[in-house]
């Protein structure tokens, strides 16, 4: 079971999703080969040796990256596993790098920085339905 984040270009001027509009087209966030430097820049521990499906781990925690083939790239899908604060200081590097913004796919909002109620909840939830802290 993984916490799913959407990382995608919107504009600063939307704080949430509820204000982005159903017809809403993203700039893609770039070349692929400009994306995959971006993120073994950001996330240098990261294994791109599929360069669609990047992995990264730290202690406590993994993170699939599905990149896909696509170019340009749209959107990179983050499947977190596992516990730990810590893995979100690696998203929001790897945010940056992409000039992006976090998308919780589970609780439906724009994750931000010291904003980390979205990662705890799913902890939670996991946890009852797995019936083990992982």
């Known amino acids: ?19 982005i509009p159903a017809d ?3 700039d893609p966030l770039g070349r ?12 240098p521990e990261v294994d791109l040796s599929d360069p669609t499906w990047g992995e990264f781990s730290g202690a406590g925690w993994s993170v699939e990256f599905n990149i896909g083939s696509e170019d340009p790239v749209d959107s990179v899908m983050l ?13 929001f590097r790897l945010a ?5 913004r976090v998308f919780d796919c589970a609780g439906g909002d724009l994750v931000s920085p010291g904003h980390i109620s979205g990662l705890h909840a799913f ?4 946890d009852r ?3 083990t802290s992982q």
Not at 81 to 89: T, Y
Not at 123 to 126: E, G, K, P, S, T
């Open 1 to 19: 079971m993984s916490w799913d984040l959407l990382l995608l270009r919107l504009t600063d001027d939307i704080t949430s999703v509820r204000e």
């Open 24 to 26: 809403c087209s993203p």
């Open 32 to 43: 692929r080969h400009d994306v995959l430097a971006a993120v073994a820049q950001a996330c």
């Open 79 to 91: 499947h977190i596993r596992g516990s730990g604060d810590d893995v979100l200081i690696h998203v």
């Open 96 to 100: 940056e790098a992409l000039r992006c």
């Open 123 to 126: 902890q939670q939830f996991r």
């Open 129 to 131: 339905v797995v019936g």
